[in-house]
């Protein structure tokens, strides 16, 4: 079986790659280096020639709060083009499985804790990345409706907020776990202080190392066929605060820690209920502790390349 990642270098994409060539699948990876996704000719060439039987689409425009609100548009049309233009080319060629992968950023910001999937579109969107949120939100519905009006095994998948090695540790664009990961030991390393975080550091958030997504992304793609997309988290939340501290205690930071509350907080609160995927036997199997010790010290090796 022929299997195609798009968005192969990322964050994501990377782990789903690896896991698949770990287990010797027949993988191709896609990038912007040999696919634009924004060609639509292209993309549907590509598809025609190559007949694939799983697609899993990891390909996004992806940012932390600082991106999304100074990059709207982008964050919104090129995230519409890119999966239209691989289901559109997929359905074309046939492929017969695809696998969406979302974000938790497409429920309401005052939703229910922990967020069942029945929450989608039962509030308002959190205002800092509701661009991003909306293009997720079409791409559950492109999905339901190829699999409404042509009956295609496609399914959608809902991750909380991933990290781990390969990630963007951009000061600017990236999340805000390896952003503060970045800060941390740029400061250690330059011996300087204090470090300065954006808000209150009071929101709580859940986060999944990477290899844990790919294995729950593969097990999905195995063993799932619903209209309903999945929610897959950690099942733990922490303190953006407590988080904080936490790298700093791993970097071997010993300066101070500022909070600049001028800046958004975001979403107050967002944890997934994920029991749907745990029921096909999946459940993560790295501790936040242990995935930021491997996460920073990919870091601390890559750093010249990766903190730009």
């Not at 999905?220 to 897959?232: K, Q």
């Amino acid at each position: 079986m022929t299997i195609v990642v798009a968005g192969y270098t990322g964050l994501v994409g990377s782990a789903i790659y690896t896991e698949l060539r770990n287990r010797n699948a027949d993988v191709i990876g896609l990038n912007s280096g040999n696919l634009d996704l924004l060609n639509r000719k292209k993309v549907f060439e590509f598809f025609a020639d190559l007949k694939p039987e799983l697609v899993i689409d990891a390909a996004a425009i992806v940012g932390g709060i600082g991106a999304n609100n100074s990059r709207p548009v982008d964050f919104l049309t090129k995230n519409l083009q890119i999966q239209s233009n691989l289901m559109d080319a997929c359905h074309s060629a046939n492929v017969s499985r695809f696998v969406f992968l979302g974000s938790s950023c497409i429920y309401p910001r005052n939703a229910n804790q922990p967020i069942v999937e029945e929450s989608l579109l039962t509030g308002e969107l959190e205002k800092t990345n509701s661009a991003y949120a909306i293009a997720k939100i079409a791409g559950i519905e492109l999905v339901k409706s190829y699999r409404t009006q042509f009956g295609h095994k496609w399914i959608s998948l809902m991750p909380t907020n991933v990290y781990g090695p390969g990630d963007n540790f951009s000061l600017d664009n990236g999340h805000v776990l390896p952003s503060l990961i970045h800060r941390f030991v740029q400061a250690t390393t330059s011996n300087s202080q204090p470090v300065v975080l954006w808000g209150s550091g009071s929101p709580l958030r859940e986060f999944l190392y990477s290899k844990d997504l790919a294995k729950a992304v593969l097990c999905a793609s195995e063993r799932y066929d619903g209209d309903l997309h999945l929610n897959i988290g950690s099942g733990e939340e922490v303190s953006i605060f407590d988080l904080a501290n936490l790298i700093g205690v791993l970097t071997k930071f010993h300066g101070v820690i500022q909070w600049d509350k001028s800046k958004p907080d975001g979403t107050p609160r967002k944890i997934l209920d994920s029991t749907r995927i745990r029921r096909l036997e999946w459940s993560p199997e790295t501790d936040l502790e242990t995935g930021l010790g491997e996460t920073i010290e990919w870091f601390k090796r890559h750093y010249n390349e990766a903190r730009r």
